[in-house]
């Protein structure tokens, strides 16, 4: 079974906010983790990736993933209205094709 | 480099009309993929390619082909139009020489109404 839940919001903060976005998978064959980012009418972009368990850090944004709850989460610090967008969780396969298995997305607005 | 280019960017078709949604993309990346996005839904793989001449089929792939004759250019023929291939479609594209396979390039998106 491959599937990749994720809660799609809406999800409303002030400016500053900390914001924590997740998902759930059901694959323990999945390796690779990654968030998109999709702003309104265009085509996501990767924000960033992480490869099993662990953290990593990228300016305001944490991606960590455990493995053992088979858990993903986003969180992104002093969130900024440019945030506002919807955040896709992606897995993949476990295939060397690339071919990834994506969320529904959480809508994401930041409000000033 | 213009990155992935899809064309055209709407079209409202007639049930059971035919048309090719265009995909292009210029950075030398071996593997090719298509994807629809219905509202508040992800992406489901449609068809991808990891090289040309070579094609497989992805999650949805009914009512779909697809063809990968140049490394360049991925078309998604769509065969006998139905209201439920109303949809938005990305085409997307990886894996350039010594790079990551899992960081997908996406196309603006083709989206397309059928009455």
């Known amino acids: 079974q491959k599937e990749v839940e994720q809660d799609p919001g809406p999800l409303s903060v002030p400016e500053g906010a900390i914001v924590s976005l997740n998902c759930t998978y059901s694959?323990?064959?999945?390796?690779?983790f990654m968030w998109y980012r999709q702003y309104s009418r265009k085509g996501p972009e990767l924000l960033m990736y992480?490869?099993?368990?662990g953290n990593k850090e990228d300016g305001r944004f944490t991606a960590q993933v455990d493995k053992s709850s088979k858990y993903i989460s986003l969180f992104i610090r002093d969130s900024q209205p440019s945030d506002s967008a919807t955040y896709l969780c992606a897995d993949d396969y476990g295939g060397s094709q690339g071919n990834l298995i994506f969320g529904k997305g959480t809508k994401l607005s930041v409000k000033p | 480099n213009a990155g992935v280019t899809q064309t055209p960017k709407f079209r409202i078709l007639k049930i059971g009309q035919s048309m090719t949604l265009q995909c292009t993309q210029d950075m030398n990346h071996n593997y090719m993929y298509w994807y629809r996005q219905d509202p508040g839904m992800g992406l489901k793989l449609i068809y991808y390619s990891v090289g040309a001449g070579i094609t497989d089929k992805g999650e949805v792939p009914n009512g779909y082909n697809v063809s990968r004759s140049t490394t360049e250019d991925f078309p998604l023929r769509l065969e006998l139009a139905a209201p439920s291939q109303t949809s938005v479609y990305f085409c997307?594209?990886?894996?350039?020489?010594?790079?990551?396979?899992?960081?997908?390039?996406f196309g603006p998106g083709t989206r397309l109404t059928v009455t």
């Open positions: 997307a594209s990886s894996y350039p020489l010594g790079g990551d396979p899992y960081e997908q390039y």
């Open positions: 694959n323990s064959a999945f390796q690779y």
């Open positions: 992480t490869y099993s368990s």
